[in-house]
């Protein structure tokens, strides 16, 4: 079993939909929670970053962790067909430098 | 302005060669990476330098040496390539040991 889960997908919505997207994990040490999206054939950017539980909202983004769960989740709202890509969760013990983990990623496909 | 670049962006070899990627940084960053990326888009962290130090070095094949000749350059070199090599090849960078990573766009590996 692998230390971070993600379903691959893909999952397809219509153009202003929300994209629900989660990880789940099980390593209890990590405390620092990353999404990145990844178009295809270009290297992953980071979209949101948050430390240990709690939400944390950008623009159309929302991400939340429960560690009690070991469970992350990224909420993309009002979405655009900009808005296909990969969605990779990463995740790490220490500070957002050292070794990260990373989900499968999710492919998304909005459609207009 | 390209903030982490890599060459080539593709590289088709025959088994057994020996070959070497290039990662340039222009962030001014202390700290750089290389992932692999399988093709089920599984990203591995397999070395990272820290102002030209080794900080990281999961468990990979001898094969692959890394070399940070400063802290802004980090190539890595394959010997004897495998099949099993093919992937994408990932640098990254970060501000320091603790900052968030910035991934290049990647080398595209095919060993025939």
């Known amino acids: 079993q692998k230390e971070v889960e993600q379903d691959p997908g893909p999952l397809s919505v219509p153009e202003g939909a929300i994209v629900s997207l989660n990880c789940t994990y099980s390593?209890?040490?990590?405390?620092?929670f990353m999404w990145y999206r990844q178009y295809s054939r270009k290297g992953p950017e980071l979209l949101m970053y948050t430390y240990s539980s709690g939400n944390k909202e950008d623009g159309r983004f929302t991400a939340q962790v429960d560690k009690s769960s070991k469970y992350i989740s990224l909420f993309i709202r009002d979405s655009q067909p900009s808005d296909s890509a990969t969605y990779l969760c990463?995740?790490?013990?220490?500070?957002?430098?050292?070794?990260?983990?990373f989900g499968g990623g999710t492919r998304v496909l909005v459609k207009p | 302005d390209t903030a982490v670049s890599q060459t080539p962006k593709y590289l088709v070899t025959q088994m057994g060669n020996d070959k070497s990627i290039k990662c340039e940084q222009n962030l001014g960053h202390d700290t750089m990476y290389w992932y692999k990326q399988d093709s089920k888009k599984f990203l591995k962290i397999m070395f990272s330098y820290n102002n030209k130090e080794l900080i990281i070095n999961e468990t990979v094949p001898n094969r692959f040496s890394p070399k940070s000749p400063d802290k802004a350059h980090l190539n890595l070199h394959i010997n004897s390539l495998e099949l099993g090599d093919s992937a994408v090849y990932f640098c990254a960078s970060s501000p320091t040991r603790a900052g968030t990573q910035y991934f290049g766009p990647g080398t595209r590996l095919l060993v025939l």
């Open positions: 990463a995740m790490s013990a220490g500070a957002a430098g050292n070794k990260l983990t």
């Open positions: 390593n209890s040490a990590f405390q620092y």
